[in-house]
């Protein structure tokens, strides 16, 4: 007598430059969010598979047609191959948990909560439904800074603050499901900041040679607002000679790009809050993503906060999980009526 299948249940945090998956079987993944195609048939014939994803696609770039299914918070909806990379992306993602057509769970008993940007779920959603069909058998999308949240159980009385690659997200919470007024997004987040990092190294060090690629991990180390620890420098060829760069200036007015607007929606949202209300958020803010890494950025928003009253802004250590994590917990815990049966 065959046993009734168990239900897998996943979170999903399908970022810009890394998408995340944790399983009610214990499986965590993470990957970057690329997805890539061999060019031609040489490239095929060297790298012996029809499509590469994740690091994998990143390190060789050169022989494929590489894509990014998410920019600035949104899915790409343009071409054939852009709505392929998502669903490849996912097919992997759940591949890696054990799903599969003829791996341990089958495709229709999983139960899929995918974190998104905020812009996303308002303009992708359907979007993301069909690229989601034959993959999972029921869907939730949630924004991405909500996950957060309900991972944190951070449900009442919060603000997060998710600094992403392409977008920065916002969400304050009211022990509900949040509504369109709770959240915001920004375009202005990590791959943004790397735009402006380049131009300004481009524009000191003419004769340099940077990309943004180098740019990126430069910022990964040395990011920071306020006051500079020490000199910030990068190694970069200046006529095929290596040289060391100074870039103190450079990464500090590039990281500095993000304060602003981030402090005037995260004072603009707090306005909204029922004024009795505003001291608990203002005091529970909390800070995640890769971008939230940035060194002094709890402190400058603190510091932002005392014209309101003060307040405190906590980051959240392993950002790597967290939204996965959280899309999971909810997966657990909502009702069958909150879930969108995707028939094939
Ligand atoms: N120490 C650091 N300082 C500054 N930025 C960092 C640091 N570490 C990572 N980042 C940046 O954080 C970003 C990635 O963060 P995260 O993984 O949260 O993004 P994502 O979820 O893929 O993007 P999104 O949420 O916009 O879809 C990248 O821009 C990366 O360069
Ligand atoms: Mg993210």
Redesign the pocket.
Known sequence: MASTPEILHVGI?L????SAISASNGEKFVVD?FVGWPVDMVAKKVLKRTVLIGHDAVANRTMLDLHRP?ER?LLKEGSEKDVEAVRELLRHLLGLVGVSTNGKVDASNVRAVVGV?AAALRTNKQYLRNAMKGIVDSLMIVS?PFAVAYGLDALLNTMII?I????SDFCVMKGRYPTEEDQRTLTI???SI?AHLLKLIEERYPQANVTVYMV?EW??KF?FVGEPKGRVTGTAPVHGVPTELDITNEMKAACETLLGPTIETMLDLLSRVEPEFQERVRNNIILS???G??RNLPQSLETALKQVGGGRVRYMED?VFTGSDGGLALAMDAPDTDWEKLSA
């Open positions: 945090d970022g810009t430059s890394r969010s998410l918070g940007p991405e998710d992403g690659a392409g977008t987040a990590g791959d790397d990126r910022k990964e990011s993503g890769g971008g890494l940035i950002p």
